[in-house]
């Protein structure tokens, strides 16, 4: 089945630089790759999505890339700000189907 | 619009005692999913659904767990005798119709086993 690897598990920047959270996939019929964000507490939310019929997708300051041929897929979030804390899930899934979550990554952003 | 709602939000349960937890996903989705996420992990996926049909139960960890949708609406999960290892929080998400692949999740159900 697929297994999907988040990293880094945690990451701290400074409020107004980039973020950049990588996740590889292992099954190579996957072919949509969401990214939620979720607070303390709270439901995951989705923040952006991108199919493997797209290399990247952009919605305002985040944005994913995809590297069908390496299994790989990315989050980059530019100009952060404090309100961008929070955990970040990757997935993978077949048709929107069963999502495979990663592990999860931490981020905090320093103001 | 309304987003998915889930009751109750906290659950605590004596061992072996059995559970029901109810989800009601967006109006008019047709795909629903269940969600067991342990503290400080990933959500792991255990069913889905379209419309009343239970299209995939692979995730299910024993047949002390049930679910179902009957009317192809709300849904409910049944944990029955529960255990220690039971203890998580459970997520319902809702997707639209087919060809969308978004899914929307509720805000869980965290179910403490005592």
């Known amino acids: 089945g697929e297994n999907v690897e988040q990293h880094p598990s945690t990451l701290s920047v400074q409020e107004g630089d980039s973020a950049v959270i990588k996740c590889t996939y292992s099954?190579?019929?996957?072919?949509?790759f969401p990214w939620y964000k979720q607070e303390l507490g709270k439901r995951p939310q989705l923040i952006i999505d991108?199919?493997?019929?797209?290399g990247e997708k952009k919605d305002q300051r985040i944005a994913v890339t995809l590297n069908k041929t390496a299994k790989h897929f990315s989050l980059h979030i530019t100009e952060t700000q404090p309100e961008d804390s929070a955990v970040y899930f990757c997935?993978?899934?077949?048709?929107?189907?069963?999502?495979?979550f990663g592990a999860g990554t931490i981020l905090r952003v320093k103001s | 619009g309304a987003g998915v709602s889930q009751s109750p939000r906290y659950k605590v349960a004596k061992r072996g005692q059995d559970v029901a937890l109810r989800c009601d996903p967006i109006?008019?989705?047709?795909?629903l999913f269940w969600y067991q996420q342990a503290l400080g992990q990933g959500p792991e996926f255990l069913t889905y659904?379209?419309?009343?049909?239970?299209?995939?139960k692979s995730g299910l960890p024993s047949d002390r767990f049930f679910a179902e949708r009957p009317e192809g609406s709300v849904s409910t999960l049944k944990i029955q005798r529960t255990q220690q290892e039971d203890s998580a929080v459970y997520l319902c998400?809702?997707?639209?119709?087919?060809?969308?692949?978004?899914?929307?999740f509720g805000p869980g159900t965290r179910l403490t086993v005592t």
């Open positions: 998400a809702s997707r639209p119709r087919t060809g969308k692949y978004e899914q929307y």
């Open positions: 099954d190579s019929a996957s072919n949509y």
């Open positions: 991108i199919r493997s019929n797209v």
């Open positions: 997935a993978a899934s077949q048709y929107g189907n069963k999502l495979v």
């Open positions: 109006s008019g989705h047709v795909s």
């Open positions: 659904f379209q419309n009343e049909a239970q299209l995939d």
